[in-house]
């Protein structure tokens, strides 16, 4: 039968580079985002949010910058590990309805030893 | 550090079987969550939870679904008659505010 799903954008990287992992989202009314990293068989972890009155915030090795003008989010990783290796979903709610997220289809990192 | 977990971590049914999916939230939580993953797709919001009630529920979330919070730390997912479709990845979720955790879920798989 056929398969369907999202063929998922991939990130290869070198152990010890900076990753880049972007985001694009579509609603204006979008108002804080998390990014979250999903290993296999488990469930998404919480790595970094943001709120959109904010262009940029830093966590432990991990920065997010947003850019409401062109709606576009991006995940840093500094000194990347084989560790980091994951899928990694940027999900967004919208203002007055912190209850539903909506994900991102995800980019696989990739990190070489 | 508190998580959300999250039982059976597989569960396996016949279609037309009702399955209960059970979820531990995190203690000092209240607003409460399920999400799904059917295989190489997105995360889906399927309802929230607060306050003994539900909050906001999506298109896939229909009368065959319920949810529950029969006592003061379980929050449950229940599948009326199981549907070939229903296989996926079930994420319980919850909230002190907008940020949200996730349990390591459960996979459904319906025969």
């Known amino acids: 039968g056929e398969s369907v799903g999202l063929h998922l954008p991939t990130l290869s990287v070198q152990e010890g580079d900076n990753s880049i992992i972007n985001c694009a989202y579509s609603?204006?009314?979008?108002?804080?985002f998390i990014w979250y990293k999903q290993e296999s068989g488990k469930g998404p972890q919480f790595i970094i949010d943001i709120r959109s009155n904010m262009d940029k915030r830093q966590g432990q090795r991990v920065t997010v910058l947003l850019n409401k003008t062109v709606k576009h989010l991006s995940l840093q990783i500094a000194a990347t590990q084989p560790g980091d290796s994951a899928v990694y979903f940027c999900?967004?709610?919208?203002?007055?309805?912190?209850?539903?997220?909506?994900f991102g289809s995800g980019t696989k990192l990739n990190v070489k030893p | 550090e508190p998580e959300v977990t999250q039982t059976p971590s597989h569960q396996v049914t016949q279609m037309g079987q009702e399955v209960i999916l059970r979820c531990v939230p995190i203690s000092n939580h209240l607003y409460f969550y399920w999400y799904r993953q059917i295989l190489g797709q997105k995360v889906e919001f399927l309802v929230s939870f607060y306050n003994n009630e539900i909050s906001e529920k999506s298109e896939i979330f229909d009368d065959q679904f319920s949810v529950e919070r029969p006592d003061g730390s379980n929050f449950t997912l229940k599948i009326r008659s199981t549907k070939l479709e229903d296989s996926a990845m079930y994420f319980c979720a919850s909230s002190a505010d907008e940020k949200l955790f996730f349990g390591s879920g459960t996979q459904l798989s319906v025969l």
């Open positions: 999900a967004e709610n919208r203002k007055g309805n912190f209850n539903k997220f909506y």
């Open positions: 609603n204006s009314a979008s108002d804080y």
